[in-house]
């Protein structure tokens, strides 16, 4: 699937790094990391404190990379598309609640996962064997789940540092639209105010 989608063709992708003084030639991490993790590693390397007046998504890297064993520091990571949490990472595990698009950033259609789709991302990083969300020990996953999910739309409700939303403007010349090569329309090179992208294209201006 494509990138844009909450599945793992949207989001994995591998990256390099090389720091002399912590990291060895060839050391390989199979760890969940995120691009959100460069810039608390970054602090920690160079000394630098963490602002105190925001909370910070991003993990420190340092442990990892001192010790190829250690746990990531992300026992749960949520993907985001605009304003709704399509999916998690729950330790091994992904849980899909919703899933949209594939063959291109719309279709297929934004559908509703209850139970969830579940994957174990050690042994089917390619999402296609979902496991029975009916089992024993997937109900008790779920549960742990979704509890961790609240507390984290909790939390980012209640921080006081967002920005203000940048995802409600349209330049149809500019963005990646597979609906402009679906509709066959040249698109014009204006900007104008709309739906985020995730949302019905019926519903975005063409």
């Given at each position: 699937c494509?990138?844009g989608t909450?599945?793992?063709?949207?989001?994995?992708e591998?990256g390099?790094?090389?720091y002399p003084?912590?990291l060895?030639?060839?050391?390989?991490?199979?760890?969940?990391?995120?691009?959100?993790?460069?810039?608390v590693?970054?602090?920690?390397?160079?000394g630098?404190e963490?602002?105190?007046?925001?909370?910070?998504?991003?993990?420190?890297?340092?442990?990892?990379?001192?010790?190829?064993?250690?746990?990531?520091?992300?026992?749960?990571?949520?993907?985001w598309?605009?304003?709704?949490v399509?999916?998690?990472?729950?330790?091994?595990?992904?849980?899909?609640?919703?899933t949209?698009g594939?063959?291109?950033?719309w279709?297929?259609?934004?559908?509703?996962?209850?139970?969830?789709?579940?994957?174990?991302?050690?042994?089917d990083?390619?999402?296609?064997?979902?496991l029975?969300a009916?089992l024993?020990?997937?109900?008790?996953?779920?549960k742990s789940?979704r509890a961790a999910?609240?507390a984290?739309?909790k939390e980012?409700h209640?921080?006081n540092?967002?920005?203000t939303?940048q995802?409600?403007?349209?330049?149809?010349?500019?963005?990646?639209w597979?609906?402009?090569?679906?509709?066959k329309?040249?698109?014009?090179?204006?900007?104008?105010?709309?739906a985020?992208?995730?949302?019905?294209?019926?519903?975005v201006?063409?």
């Open positions: 494509m990138k909450t599945w793992e063709g949207g989001f994995r591998p390099i790094v090389r003084p912590l060895q030639p060839g050391q390989r991490l199979t760890q969940l990391v995120s691009t959100m993790d460069i810039f590693t970054a602090l920690e390397l160079t630098v963490p602002p105190a007046n925001r909370t910070l998504d991003g993990k420190s890297l340092v442990p990892l990379m001192k010790d190829s064993s250690a746990k990531s520091g992300h026992s749960d990571y949520y993907y598309r605009g304003n709704a399509f999916a998690m990472r729950h330790g091994d595990f992904k849980l899909h609640f919703y949209q594939c063959t291109d950033y279709l297929p259609a934004r559908t509703q996962h209850d139970p969830p789709l579940i994957f174990h991302m050690l042994r990083p390619a999402e296609a064997y979902p029975n009916t024993p020990e997937n109900i008790v996953l779920i789940a999910l609240e984290h739309l980012v209640d921080d540092s967002k920005g939303a995802l409600n403007k349209c330049n149809l010349a500019a963005a990646l597979p609906a402009a090569q679906r509709l329309v040249k698109p014009e090179d204006r900007e104008y105010l709309c985020h992208p995730s949302e019905d294209p019926s519903q201006e063409m």
